[in-house]
């Protein structure tokens, strides 16, 4: 089982930067993809960026501005937020996904809250 643990969210203005971060622990193989997600106010969950095997994949809205990295021997992953716009605004999960005996897992972190002040 792999747990994850987020952090780095708060408040910023418009055209501020955040770096979150994702502390993973447990058991981790088989990773198929790791990436982030965010749920901002009335809408679902979307996915932000992932980066697997065949590379990194961005959200249209976020080309250019965040940027998905990993840091092997703190087991962390992070997502930097540049250029922030008031419509990033929500609350942001990693994500890493496995295949394990033909099962696909997920894990989630429990969530950062990141708020953009226009």
């Known amino acids: 089982q792999v747990q994850l643990v987020e952090s780095g969210g708060g408040l910023v203005q418009a055209g501020g930067s955040l770096r979150l971060s994702c502390v993973a622990s447990?058991?981790?193989?088989?990773?198929?993809?790791m990436g982030w997600y965010r749920q901002a106010p009335g809408k679902q969950r979307e996915l932000v960026t992932t980066?697997?095997?065949?590379?990194?994949r961005n959200a249209e809205s976020v080309k250019g501005r965040f940027t998905i990295s990993r840091d092997n021997a703190k087991n962390t992953v992070y997502l930097q937020m540049d250029s922030l716009k008031s419509e990033d605004t929500g609350v942001y999960y990693c994500?890493?996904?496995?295949?394990?005996?033909?099962?696909?897992?997920?894990?989630w972190g429990q969530g950062t809250l990141v708020t953009v002040s226009p």
């Open positions: 994500n890493i996904k496995g295949l394990t005996a033909g099962i696909l897992w997920n894990a």
């Open positions: 447990g058991s981790i193989s088989s990773i198929t993809a």
């Open positions: 980066v697997t095997s065949g590379g990194v």
